[in-house]
């Protein structure tokens, strides 16, 4: 009797155990990701190399390797078997990837136009079937009156003296009017506003106008406008520089803050010139060119887009113990973590704040001895292209 009973009682407590071990050990939130062109494990094994002249890359369902070198003008796609399906010579910068559903890649491309004499660079943003061919694509250039009317004069920034930052050696011009570093499909999310629709794309021109979009799908209107150049923080007005601007799942905007600048932190630029220190152009640093302003600090911010009220923040203390000004990444994971990177370290945090997780760029700088800073990010809970390519099992 004791046996029979032992026969039925047994897999039920089996049962219990194992839901009592799988409520208190927590999900993991993403299982794999990306370090520039390099994937790992969470647990940091290294399970692929792109090719080692790629800069940015995006990772496709079916083996296939996105790869661009905005330096050298080099964009290609990479078939399963590290076929070259096709390239193009062209700048893709900052951001390329796949759409959601992996019909389509998305591509930040750079383009020069000449105005009054100049030989200036501006920004692009095109969705691509797979085979590089352009189905819809909004460029600055040619929605200059449109920009305007919105309140971004880009036309002012022609007539400024001297020169403005060109980070792409692969051209030759010496000013810019966009600098693009923002481009994302939008998801479903809980934002009632219109613009904010499932298949509509966000993008920020960055640069001096610090125009932050959201074009419809087709990439033909601007259906919403934010300025990006100024925001309160502490209660207190700031200039700032942002990267990776996008619509999170609750309809809000996640931001890397990468530069918060305190207007009034200034000097004289004479003072500067004496110790050769060299600045960027700004709105403010050319309208009134006696004063230049100090990077102090970078944040994470998640902000209601209409109104600027930030809801969520993740800062250092002290502040200046986080201040990456260049090449700045966050996502949404979910169970309300975040994913991102400070300088050679990537980051999953939660709401709170508190590291869940860390992994620092194994790859060292031959100048300084000092890992390598970051370039690009990115979390996968699944990856597709490893089981494509068989190198996990499916």
């Known amino acids: 009797m004791l046996r029979k009973y032992l026969y039925v009682i047994t897999p039920v407590i089996l049962i219990l155990i194992g839901l009592i071990v799988n409520i208190s050990s927590p999900k993991k939130s993403f299982n794999f990701f990306k370090l520039d062109c390099s994937l790992f494990s969470r647990d940091g094994e290294l399970l692929y190399k792109a090719n080692p002249e790629a800069v940015f ?72 079937d797979l085979n590089n061919k352009k189905i819809h694509e909004w ?7 449109v920009l305007g009317d919105l309140g971004f004069d880009m ?47 966000i993008v920020h021109l960055f640069g001096e106008s610090r ?41 809000t905007i996640l931001a890397y803050f990468s530069d918060i600048i305190d207007k009034d932190t200034t000097a004289s630029i004479y003072f500067n010139s004496l110790l050769n220190i060299k ?35 993740y800062q250092r203390h002290p502040l200046k113990s986080f201040l990456s000004t260049t090449f700045g990444w966050v996502y949404e994971l979910s169970q309300n973590s975040f994913f991102f990177n400070d300088q050679a370290t990537i980051y999953e945090i939660n709401y709170n704040g508190d590291v869940l997780w860390s992994f620092t760029n194994p790859v060292i700088n031959n100048s300084t001895g000092k890992p390598l800073k970051i370039i690009d990010i990115k979390a996968f809970k699944e990856l597709d292209f490893l089981k494509a390519r068989k190198m996990i099992n499916p």
């Open 57 to 128: 890359c995006a990772f496709a369902n079916d083996g296939s390797v996105l790869i661009s070198n905005p330096m050298t003008g080099l964009l290609s796609l990479i078939g399963p078997n590290d076929q070259t399906l096709w390239k193009s010579t062209e700048v893709a910068h900052h951001k390329i990837d796949f759409t959601p559903d992996q019909k389509n890649i998305l591509i930040m491309s750079s383009e020069v136009i000449s105005q009054k004499g100049l030989r200036l660079r501006s920004d692009c943003f095109s969705v691509r």
């Open 211 to 251: 125009a932050l979009l959201i074009l419809d799908k087709n990439l033909e209107k601007v259906l919403w406008h934010l300025d990006m150049s100024e925001f309160v923080i502490d209660h207190k007005l700031r200039d700032i520089d942002t990267h990776a601007l996008q619509v999170t799942s609750r309809g």
């Open 139 to 145: 460029c600055a250039s040619k929605n200059l009156k």
């Open 279 to 313: 600045y960027p152009i700004t709105r403010e640093r050319y309208i009134n060119k006696n004063l230049i302003m100090y990077s102090e600090h970078s944040r994470l911010i998640e902000f209601n887009p209409l109104n600027k009220e930030i809801i969520w923040q």
């Open 155 to 201: 036309t002012a920034l022609w007539d400024i003296e001297g020169e403005n930052n060109n980070q792409y050696f692969a051209e030759n011009v010496k000013k810019e009017i966009t600098h693009a570093n923002s481009f994302y499909q939008i998801t479903e999310n809980s934002n009632t506003h219109p613009a904010f629709r499932a298949g509509n794309y």
